[in-house]
Each structure stands twice: as structure tokens, then as C-alpha cells.
């Protein structure tokens, strides 16, 4: 049975995270300092003694889940787990970001900035009160997506986010998103919500954001990842340094296929996920998407202990 590591998205975030880590592992502040020194501002003040409405600002956000993640990694290492311990990693939306760079494929400093910039652009692509995103619960995607086609009545309303079998993200504009939640419920959903959201992601609304993290992309090196990396948007394993950094343009317009990724590593043998950095968001979903499957949170010095014991 083999092991995947896999690493979470935006929402994750907390006041505090990482901060164990960095104090009981120097490899872990030195990610911190890493990302404070390639962009140019003090970030680990603010993931660990500022305001949660100032670290959940998107381009804030993106780049600290990252740097979280990372000294998780580097804390694992330092007791003698590494990425080459695993046959694949995974990220959601953001968290591919962390996937490449825990893998080698991307540099620490390179990957801050991208995060920066990628979150700066996805803000910007839509006006504030102009677009939305909604989680429908207890709907299949093939309904969730019927769903937000009817809801779009000529704007835009697409899946974004396929998290498991119960649980699909619509993003667009705002009130086509609103209508998707009336039609969701007429549908059977158990529950339909706006999420709260800075900017309506994965979604054709981004393609402003996506020409952005295409020319960003276009000036880094990418190598092949230590191990493959499972796509966002295409749900299965990718090494090819060109082919990731095509993917990581379209995923700023494409969807997430958590699900199938998942699913996709599961039917690889996968049985035990690790979920490296901030919250346990990405396990409960495993849990729905894979029920035999076994998951640890790696986000604190005492689950590293544990990993150990």
C-alpha cells in the first residue's frame, strides 16, 4: 500500500500555524524566512501575531498556506521522511503550488512569488460584488454542474471545486451563482451556500488571472518533480515540466477534480494520504471520496511525533 502526500488549499489558514514547527525544527523557519526574504516583507509576523482578515486576503493566504506546508515538509525530512517516500503528491488549487515545490520542482522563493503574484491577480480579475462561489452539498457533480449551466441564463456559473462525492463548488457571477442555490435545493441538495469569498476562482471569470500566471510562469524554472504530481485538471499523474506549467494556467479558469484525483490515486494502489500543512479540510474529503483509506494531519511538531511513534 503506498502513500501519497498531499496539501491543502485556501480557507485552511490560521493565526499561529507553523509556528511550533519553526520553533522546534530550524529547517522549518528557514522556509519562513525563505518566503519573508523573496517577498520582501516580514509574511511569517503576520501568519503568526497578525489579523485573520489580513492573512485570509488572498494574495496573503496563498502564499502562507505554501510556506506552512513547506516546513512541514522540511520538519519530516529532518526526522527522516521524505518526498521520495511517497508515489505521488497532490495539491488543491493553491496546494499544487506547495505539491511541486515539496517535490523540487519548483524553488521556495520562486513559488512565494508565484503564489503572490497568482493571488494579487485572482483578486483583481473580477470586482469585488461582482462574482461569488457556493459549496451544494449532498449533490453528485453531474447534477451540480446541470445545476450551475441552468443557473448561468447567459453569465457565467461553472463547477469549480469537485471535493467528493457530496460536495461541489459553483463560481461565476454573483447572481448567476445566487439562482444555482435555488435550483440546487429544488434538485435535492441537502445544503446550498455562499461561501466567504474574496473572488469567484476557477472559473472563466479568471482568465484575466490565468494570461497573468502565464507570462509569471513563462520566467520561472520548472523541473520534473522528485515524484509525479496528480493535476488538478486532469486527475491523474504528470511529470513533464512544460506540461505542469500549461496546467497550472488552465487551472486558474479550470476546475478542481479533487474527487477524481483522489480516486485516480486510489485505483494506483494509494491507501494512505498525508496531508502536509495547515488543517485537516483535505482528510475528511479523502475519507468520503476513498473509505478505506488511511489519513494523517501533518501540521505540528506532535503530529510528526506521532508519525514517528
Known amino acids: 500500500m503506498s502513500r501519497a502526500f498531499v496539501f491543502p488549499g485556501q480557507g485552511a489558514q490560521t493565526i499561529g500555524m507553523g509556528r511550533a514547527l519553526a520553533q522546534a525544527y530550524p529547517a522549518a523557519q528557514a522556509v519562513f524566512d525563505e518566503v519573508d526574504e523573496a517577498l520582501g516583507e516580514k509574511l511569517s509576523a503576520l501568519i503568526w501575531e497578525g489579523a485573520i482578515e489580513d492573512l485570509?486576503?488572498?494574495?496573503?493566504?496563498?502564499?502562507?498556506?505554501?510556506?506552512?506546508?513547506?516546513?512541514?515538509?522540511?520538519?519530516?525530512?529532518?526526522?527522516?521522511?521524505?518526498?521520495?517516500?511517497?508515489a505521488f503528491v497532490?495539491?488543491?488549487?493553491?496546494?499544487?503550488?506547495?505539491?511541486?515545490?515539496?517535490?523540487?520542482?519548483?524553488?521556495?522563493a520562486d513559488t512565494a512569488r508565484l503564489l503572490r503574484i497568482r493571488g494579487r491577480a485572482m483578486q483583481e480579475a473580477v470586482p469585488?460584488?461582482?462574482?461569488?462561489?457556493?459549496?451544494?452539498?449532498?449533490?453528485?457533480?453531474?447534477?451540480?454542474?446541470?445545476?450551475a449551466a441552468d443557473a448561468?441564463?447567459?453569465?457565467?456559473?461553472?463547477?469549480?471545486?469537485?471535493?467528493?462525492?457530496?460536495?461541489?463548488?459553483v463560481s461565476g457571477h454573483r447572481a448567476a451563482v445566487e439562482r444555482a442555490l435555488?435550483?440546487?435545493?429544488?434538485?435535492g441538495a441537502k445544503r446550498a451556500l455562499l461561501l466567504p469569498v474574496?473572488?469567484?476562482?476557477?472559473?472563466?471569470?479568471m482568465q484575466p488571472a490565468a494570461d497573468v500566471m502565464a507570462e509569471a510562469l513563462a520566467a520561472v524554472t520548472i523541473r520534473a518533480p522528485r515524484v509525479p504530481l496528480v493535476a488538478n485538471v486532469r486527475a491523474e499523474a504528470v511529470t513533464d515540466p512544460d506540461t505542469i506549467r500549461a496546467l497550472l494556467v488552465e487551472q486558474v479558469t479550470g476546475s478542481v477534480r479533487w474527487r477524481e484525483s483522489v480516486g485516480w490515486m486510489a485505483?494506483?494502489?494509494?491507501?494512505?494520504?498525508?496531508?502536509?500543512?495547515?488543517?485537516?479540510?483535505?482528510?475528511?474529503?479523502?475519507?468520503?471520496?476513498?473509505?478505506e483509506a488511511e489519513t494523517r494531519a501533518v501540521g505540528t511538531p506532535e503530529d510528526i511525533a506521532a508519525l514517528k511513534g
Open 198 to 205: 474574496s473572488a469567484p476562482f476557477h472559473c472563466a471569470l
Open 152 to 169: 448561468a441564463q447567459g453569465e457565467v456559473c461553472q463547477a469549480a471545486n469537485d471535493n467528493d462525492p457530496a460536495q461541489v463548488v
Open 267 to 291: 485505483a494506483q494502489g494509494v491507501g494512505v494520504f498525508w496531508e502536509i500543512g495547515a488543517g485537516k479540510a483535505l482528510s475528511g474529503m479523502i475519507k468520503r471520496i476513498a473509505r
Open 56 to 86: 485570509t486576503l488572498t494574495a496573503n493566504a496563498q502564499p502562507a498556506l505554501m510556506a506552512t506546508s513547506l516546513a512541514a515538509m522540511r520538519a519530516l525530512e529532518a526526522e527522516g521522511f521524505g518526498v521520495s517516500d511517497a
Open 90 to 108: 497532490a495539491g488543491h488549487s493553491l496546494g499544487e503550488y506547495s505539491a511541486l515545490a515539496a517535490a523540487g520542482a519548483l524553488s521556495v
Open 182 to 187: 435555488d435550483l440546487a435545493k429544488a434538485r
Open 128 to 147: 469585488v460584488g461582482q462574482g461569488a462561489m457556493a459549496a451544494l452539498l449532498g449533490l453528485d457533480f453531474a447534477t451540480a454542474a446541470e445545476v
